[in-house]
C-alpha cells in the first residue's frame, strides 16, 4: 500500500498553482509554420480537445479511434465551433492501436504525434489487465514504430500521475517513483519505457506528459468508471446523492484540460535539445482534498441552480489501488517547456459546469464502454 507523507511534507490544500510568470505561447509559431499532426483517442475527452485546438491554429489533423470510448459527438460538437475551411483540414480514420495496419495508415505524413489513445481507470484495470495491455503498450508500441518509420519528427504521448504508486512524500518529483499499484499504472510506466528506449536506440525524439486528474468539458460521466468532477456534477444536477470513497481527506492535483492543451503545444514546439526524451508532470501544481472539491462543485451548482437541495455527501468504503495523495512539482516543465498552468480549478468547475448546463443535462449520452483514458 502506498506509505504516507510525512507529515513535514504535506502541503497545505491549494485551489491554485503558485505562480512563476507568463507561460511561453506556441500559437504564433504555429500559425506562421503550420504543421501535419496525428491525434490518437481524437473523439475522446482529452484528444478532442487537442484536435478543436490544432484546428484553430490552422494546422492539418489527422484522428484516430476505434471507438470503443470515443464519442462521434465530441467530433460533432468540434465541427459546430471551427470555421468550415478549418474543419476541412481534418481527416478521421477509425481504427485500432493494437492493429499495425492501423497506426501506419495514421502516420503516413505526420510530422507530430500526439499519442492520446488508451483505455483508462485503475478498478478497469485490475478487472481486465489484458485489455488494459493490449490499448496501454502493444498499441503503444505499435504507434512508436509506425510513427518512426513514417518519419514523424517527434512523438508526445500522455502518461499518468499513477506511476509514482507508493512513492513517499509530497510533491512528486519525476525522478522519484515508488511501486505501482495497478496495471494501469503498469501499463503507463512501460510506455514510459518503451519511449525511452526509442530515443536512445532510435534516436526518435519522445516526450512524456504525466497527467494528474485532467477534467473539464466533454469528460464523461457515464459509464462503469467515471471520473469523479463529471460523474459529481451530473449527481448534484439531477439532486442524486454523491458518493465519496474514503473520509474524503484523500487530495489530488485536479488540472483542468486546457493546461493540458498548452502543455501537448508546448512540447510539440520546444526548440531545447534539452528538453526532448523527458517525461514532465503536468498539472495545477496545487492540491485540494475530495471534501473541499465537493463543496467548490455543490457551490458552483447551487449559484446557478439555487432550486436544488444542499447535499451532504455519502461516504463510502476505499477502492484498491487508489493512491491517497497526489500533488505534482511542476519546476521542471516550467524550467525545460515554458509551461505554467493557464487555468486554475475554479475556474475550471466554473467552465466544466457551464458546458454540461449548456446541453441541459448532466453531460452526453452514454457510452457502451467507460470513459476515454485520463490520469
Excluded at 513535514?8 to 509554420?33: F, I, K, V
Excluded at 480537445?49 to 494546422?59: I, R
Excluded at 465519496?244 to 493546461?259: P, V
Excluded at 485540494?288 to 458552483?300: H, M, R, S, V
Aim: proline share 8%; hydrophobic share 40%; net charge neutral.
Amino acid at each position: 500500500m502506498e506509505q504516507e507523507p510525512e507529515p513535514g511534507n504535506l502541503p497545505e490544500p491549494m485551489t491554485r498553482p503558485p505562480s512563476a510568470g507568463a507561460s511561453r505561447d506556441p500559437a504564433p509559431e504555429l500559425r506562421a509554420r503550420p504543421l501535419k499532426w496525428l491525434v490518437t483517442g481524437a473523439a475522446g475527452f482529452i484528444g478532442s480537445h487537442l484536435v478543436q485546438a490544432l484546428l484553430e491554429l490552422d494546422q492539418t489533423v489527422t484522428g484516430l479511434d476505434n471507438f470503443t470510448t470515443g464519442r462521434p459527438a465530441n467530433l460533432d460538437e468540434i465541427r459546430a465551433r471551427v470555421a468550415p475551411e478549418r474543419w476541412g483540414r481534418f481527416r478521421m480514420i477509425a481504427g485500432d492501436l493494437a492493429e499495425r495496419r492501423d497506426c501506419a495508415r495514421a502516420c503516413e505524413g505526420v510530422e507530430i504525434v500526439l499519442h492520446q489513445a488508451g483505455l483508462g481507470s485503475v478498478p478497469r484495470s485490475l478487472a481486465d489487465p489484458a485489455a488494459s495491455h493490449r490499448s496501454n503498450v502493444t498499441g503503444f508500441l505499435n504507434l512508436l514504430i509506425a510513427a518512426r518509420a513514417a518519419g514523424a519528427r517527434r512523438f508526445i504521448y500522455a502518461s499518468s500521475s499513477s506511476v509514482y504508486g507508493d512513492a513517499a512524500g509530497l510533491p512528486r518529483l519525476e525522478d522519484r517513483v515508488g511501486r505501482v499499484l495497478s496495471p494501469y499504472a503498469a501499463t503507463k510506466v512501460m510506455g514510459e519505457t518503451y519511449a525511452g528506449v526509442f530515443g536512445l536506440a532510435y534516436q526518435f525524439p519522445c516526450i512524456g506528459l504525466r497527467y494528474f486528474n485532467v477534467f473539464g468539458p466533454r469528460q464523461d460521466p457515464e459509464g462503469a468508471y467515471p471520473a469523479v468532477i463529471p460523474l459529481w456534477i451530473r449527481s448534484l444536477l439531477q439532486d442524486e446523492p454523491v458518493f465519496i470513497n474514503g473520509t474524503g481527506d484523500t487530495s489530488r492535483d485536479f488540472c483542468f484540460i486546457d493546461n493540458v492543451v498548452h502543455a501537448n503545444l508546448l512540447a510539440a514546439t520546444t526548440s531545447d535539445p534539452a528538453a526532448l526524451d523527458q517525461v514532465y508532470n503536468i498539472a495545477l501544481g496545487g492540491r485540494t482534498t475530495l471534501n473541499e472539491l465537493f463543496a467548490l462543485i455543490q457551490a458552483a451548482v447551487r449559484r446557478r441552480r439555487p432550486d436544488l437541495a444542499q447535499r451532504e455527501p455519502v461516504y463510502r468504503a476505499t477502492r484498491a489501488g487508489d493512491v491517497r495523495h497526489s500533488l505534482a512539482d511542476i519546476d521542471k516543465a516550467r524550467r525545460l517547456l515554458g509551461y505554467e498552468p493557464v487555468c486554475d480549478l475554479g475556474r475550471g468547475l466554473e467552465a466544466t459546469l457551464e458546458w454540461h448546463l449548456a446541453r441541459g443535462r448532466a453531460g452526453p449520452p452514454p457510452a457502451n464502454q467507460p470513459p476515454e483514458s485520463r490520469a
